[in-house]
């Protein structure tokens, strides 16, 4: 007998792999967390019967999210990532030398254990020094910091659930008072492909353009992804993400990527006419 996973990506679009045995099921407090032995994408993170991320193309997902505003902010070194229980956001964040503390604020601490056990190539920067991890509500700690970190980087899952509330104008007026004065947020913006996630992408944009002076956003390509076109946000209060590129500065460092380099970064928000009208962005701007 054969065993599949499916992905629901819309009511009539599911996206299937095949398992070839399943290492963890459990209900943590907040959610059902499964782990996968896929044939193609090797281990696979599900939550609450969604997809999360797999072994095969993590990676894409955590150095765009990463990589793109460091290599905008010439003197980042306090960072917080809020989610990101999977550790792949502060994996790629520990490369930077630079960094002087990372706050990782995850509301799952299970989690977190099982990711270190099973995902162990993903949640290795979690055992870097300057990493501290918080067990606690992303909206109820930012509430508390005022112009602490230089860069926040919001890696959740789907807004709804645990996660909805990270997607509200309340929660990123929060993160705009808790960076400094030239600080960056990058948050997940969902997919803008399908009907039933371009709603949550046009919301999670206008939410955050009321608190930042500087707000767009920028494309890759994560195959396991509904429609495999996702979207990320860039909001600054000072810097723009092409002009404020510093490609020297960032290639000098030697950080070894499998996804991201600076052609890229560029090309990433040169954004398709359907996007654009989406969002409703100026081509002037």
Known sequence: MELWYTDMHTENVRF?????????????????????????????????????????????????????PMAVHPAAKR???????????????????????????????SLVDICKKHFKETACGLEDPRVSVCFDEGIRFVRGVNAEYDLIIVD?????????????????????????????????????????????????HKNIGASFPFSTVYQCHIPSYPSGHWLFGFASKKYDPI????DERWNALGIQTKYYNTDIHKGAFYLPNYVKELLKIDEAK
Do not use: W
């Not at 059902?32 to 696979?44: A, N």
């Not at 999977?86 to 990782?104: P, Q």
């Not at 645990?162 to 993160?175: Q, S």
């Open 156 to 204: 959740c899952s789907d807004p709804y659930g645990p996660a909805e509330g990270l997607f509200t104008r309340e929660f990123y007026g929060n993160c705009f008072k808790a960076l400094k004065e030239d600080g960056i947020l990058i948050n997940q913006h969902e997919s803008p492909y399908y009907k039933e996630h371009s709603r949550s992408v046009q919301l999670a």
């Open 16 to 68: 299937s792999m095949k398992v070839e045995k399943q290492l963890v099921t459990m209900e943590s407090y907040y959610q059902r967390i499964d782990v996968l032995q896929t044939y193609d994408y090797g281990k696979v993170l599900v939550l609450d019967g969604e997809l999360m991320i797999t072994e095969r193309d993590e990676f894409i997902y955590h150095e765009m999210a990463v990589h793109v």
């Open 243 to 246: 002009a404020d590129l510093s």
């Open 79 to 109: 960072v917080l990532v809020i989610g990101g229980g999977d550790g792949g956001s502060v994996r790629e964040l520990s490369k930077y030398d630079s960094i002087e503390k990372i706050d990782l604020v995850e509301i799952d601490q």
